[in-house]
Antibody
Framework: EVQLVESGGGLVQPGRSLRLSCAASGFTFDDYAMHWVRQGPGKGLEWVSGISWDSGSIGYGDSVKGRFTISRDNAKNSLYLQMSSLRAEDMALYYC??????????????WGQGTTVTVSS | EVVMTQSPATLSVSPGERATLSCRASQSVSSNLAWYQQKPGQAPRLLIYGASTRATGIPARFSGSGSGTEFTLTISSLQSEDFAVYYCQQYDYWPTFGQGTKVDI
């Protein structure tokens, strides 16, 4: 069974950092791009970041550029999102999603259940 | 950034009726467009990619069309399980999502 399980969410103060993880199973992880997508309370989907199969192509949404860093460890079938300088507007449910292609420019065909990030003092 | 605009924001339909959802891109994205369905408390599910290709396991009542800047998702005969929020997403550039269309009864 293809599965993505996110972890690492929680309550964090504004300006602090947090690292999210996504454990993948049931497919050949290093064949596909991976993404982080977030959804604020009562809001729509926002693409946060994506990384190609070999980490050679990485992109970020404008709202997180310079503050968030995506990475992957193909040996561990894992995806990460290092978030720094967190703001109230970063508070959201963060989904890990499998790309349908090896490069970032593609759809997202498998999604995890998400991990919640709360930013508050 | 490519801005995706969906219309209408809410679409009220009855079971068995046809639903037509629209998505417009601020610049051409060719056929690099996907549609997703999201139900309350659930993760999104991929319905359509390449503007018109149904993803694995998606019923034939879902169809997508369009290219360039104008796209349409059609649900031919709404079932009770189809009431949800639908998002379009372009992937011709760095991905961006539309704001969603809620299909309700």
């Amino acid at each position: 069974e293809v599965q993505l399980v996110e972890s690492g969410g929680g309550l964090v103060q504004p300006g602090r950092s947090l690292r999210l993880s996504c454990a993948a199973s049931g497919f050949t992880f290093d064949d596909y791009a991976m993404h982080w997508v977030r959804q604020g309370p009562g809001k729509g989907l926002e693409w946060v970041s994506g990384i190609s199969w070999d980490s050679g192509s990485i992109g970020y949404g404008d709202s997180v550029k310079g503050r968030f860093t995506i990475s992957r460890d193909n040996a561990k079938n894992s995806l990460y999102l290092q978030m720094s300088s967190l703001r109230a507007e970063d508070m959201a449910l963060y989904y890990c999603a499998k790309g349908s292609e090896s490069y970032v420019q593609g759809g997202m065909d498998v999604w995890g259940q998400g991990t919640t990030v709360t930013v508050s003092s | 950034e490519v801005v995706m605009t969906q219309s209408p924001a809410t679409l009220s339909v009855s079971p068995g009726e046809r639903a037509t959802l629209s998505c417009r891109a601020s610049q051409s994205v060719s056929s690099n467009l996907a549609w997703y369905q999201q139900k309350p408390g659930q993760a999104p599910r991929l319905l359509i990619y390449g503007a018109s290709t149904r993803a694995t396991g998606i019923p034939a009542r879902f169809s997508g069309s369009g290219s360039g800047t104008e796209f349409t998702l059609t649900i031919s005969s709404l079932q009770s399980e189809d009431f949800a929020v639908y998002y379009c997403q372009q992937y011709d550039y760095w991905p961006t999502f539309g704001q969603g269309t809620k299909v309700d009864i």
